[in-house]
């Protein structure tokens, strides 16, 4: 049965076009985010999510002030009334108007969505060389992630373990490389697992092999043999003891506790996985790949309210997330579970914990592939077409160049146009016009508030934005009042059934 809160695709099939428009053809439709079921969980009970959560909070501050700042942004999110670009087709002058985003990165679904793609995209056609790729995947104990989640830099500090151990496997498995050869890796930091829970772990795309150079200055590629679950188990045996042996010595562990945890069955929860190995000339698969490792903390196809979006509004109100599937068939939780049923407050107190604090990378670039190291540049270009590698630059005291006449296309390669990025993911070109598919161009960026609320009550759009409810007080009702008898003075007090001797003593036995 379809879900009738979901929201609308962003695109449809052109029915009336005009000669030449091809019938599957297929058209952007800008998407309408109060309709999805998210959008009222916040709008209704947000106010009363951060009164609570400041009450509770011994200090009286509430949740971080990122947080409440990334839920605010993404009431705004897509919303007309806030802001919008001005666009029009240059052949029959049809306009469109399309509102901004927030760009957030915790809680709003479609600039999650918009920056996996960017991530990926970026990855895939500018850092990774076209050599075979291989996911490693590195979950710690349950006892240790609260440390990793709450300290940037023990997080930081299992990753370098995790990391150099990595790199010596894949030396020892590398036929011909010298000692000082290294790897190039890119790691996603996760913070979630699949049922909305918290869950830190790592997501590494390692390039198959290390990289030595020659006397020469030639750069070379020693790809690693075959890969057997018996050198992960042995990979992990290593981590555990690094690992315990970091945290005993910051004092983060006490010696009991580490010995107990190196005498656990197995591997003492410490757990790595890299049964996913690409081969370099598939390029679709590793951007896929970038995008699973990079993906949001949540889908929102798999969010949909019993009741309809309507009924968010109550408190009482339920929402179901779906967890996901593997092969059609769902995974479900340790108890058994395939679906999370929870109330509005319920889902935004799982939510803000993926938000990350600001500057704070959520992927990191190792050895070869990190920013400042001297192999990058040739690594890079490794397996591409010389029509893709750009020439030098020679260092010339000369005038510079001028810039880019084109100001639409960013100069970074990291930043990807907002319709090039909707191609990629929907396949569908935002800026083709509905209705003779020409192309249309962005005339102005509309942000005074007069100026939106004339142009969208012209119009006869929504010109407000949707009203956020306020904080809920407490429940009221008759189990509240104080329903003490009041005292009566002209009534004698009441005998007791029993009297109390003071002289008998504590331990008086009748």
């Known amino acids: ?23 599957t053809q297929h058209v952007y439709r800008p998407r309408r985010p109060t309709t999805t079921p998210l959008y009222p969980v916040v709008q209704h009970h947000l106010e009363t999510f951060l009164a609570e959560a400041a009450q509770s909070d011994p200090g009286g501050y509430g949740v971080p002030s990122w947080v409440e700042k990334d839920l605010r942004a993404y009431l ?16 029959c002058g049809h306009e469109r108007l399309l509102a901004f985003s927030c760009k957030s990165r915790g809680i709003c679904p479609s600039c999650n969505t918009r920056r996996m793609a960017e991530v990926a995209a970026y990855v895939t056609e ?26 940037p830099d023990i997080a930081g500090a299992v990753l370098s373990i995790f990391i150099r151990a990595m790199r010596t496997t894949l030396y020892r498995r590398s036929p011909g490389a010298p000692h000082d050869a290294q790897l190039g890796a890119l790691t996603f930091i996760h913070r979630f697992g699949a049922a909305l829970n918290t869950h830190f772990h790592f997501h590494a795309v390692v390039l198959d092999g290390v990289f030595s150079k020659s006397d020469a200055g030639e750069v070379r590629f020693h790809e690693a043999a075959r890969l057997t679950p018996e050198h992960w188990a042995e990979l992990q045996y290593v981590l555990q003891r690094r690992v315990l042996r970091y945290f005993r010595r910051h004092g983060l562990l006490d010696e009991v506790d580490a010995h107990g945890m190196l005498s656990w069955q197995g591997s003492g929860g410490f757990s790595i996985d890299a049964s996913v190995r690409i081969e370099g000339e598939d ?21 949909w309210a019993p009741g309809g979006i309507v009924s968010l509004a109550s408190p009482e109100s339920r929402l ?31 939510l803000v914990r993926f938000v990350p604090p600001p500057r704070l ?15 990058r540049a040739s690594v890079i270009h ?77 119009l006869e759009l929504p010109h407000a934005p949707p009203p956020i409810s306020p904080a809920r007080g407490p429940p009221q009702g008759d189990f509240l009042l104080d329903q003490t008898p009041a005292f009566d003075p002209t ?20």
């Open 382 to 458: 490794i397996g591409r077409p010389e029509a893709e590698i750009p020439p030098a630059q020679p260092l010339s005291s000369g005038p510079k160049p001028s810039p880019d006449p084109d100001p639409a296309r960013p100069s970074n390669p990291a930043r990807i146009r907002w319709a090039t990025l909707l191609a990629r993911i929907y396949e569908v070109m935002p800026l083709l016009c509905p209705a003779c598919g020409g192309q249309m161009k962005i005339l102005a960026f509309l942000t005074d508030p007069p100026v939106v609320f004339a142009i969208l009550e012209h």
């Open 126 to 151: 500018h850092v990774l060389p076209q050599l075979p790729v291989r996911q490693w995947v590195l979950s710690v104990p349950k006892r240790l992630r609260p440390f990793l989640e709450t300290n």
């Open 76 to 91: 705004r999110c897509g919303i007309l009334a806030h802001g919008f670009a001005r666009l029009r087709c240059s052949g």
């Open 283 to 303: 390029r679709a698969g590793v951007e896929r790949l970038l995008r699973y490792c990079a993906r949001p903390p949540f889908a929102l196809e798999r969010l």
């Open 361 to 375: 990378h959520r992927h990191r670039y190792h050895g070869v592939l990190a920013p400042n190291a001297k192999l």
């Open 320 to 350: 179901v997330y779906r967890l996901p599937t593997k092969g059609g068939v769902s995974k479900p939780t340790p108890g058994g579970r395939s679906e999370l049923v929870l109330s509005p407050l319920e889902l935004l107190t799982r």
């Open 1 to 23: 049965m379809a879900n009738p809160t979901q929201q609308r695709p962003r695109y449809r099939h052109a029915s009336k076009r005009a000669p030449g428009w091809a019938s």
């Open 491 to 510: 009534q004698a007090e009441s005998i007791p059934d029993f009297m109390f001797d003071p002289s008998l003593p504590a331990d008086f036995d009748d």
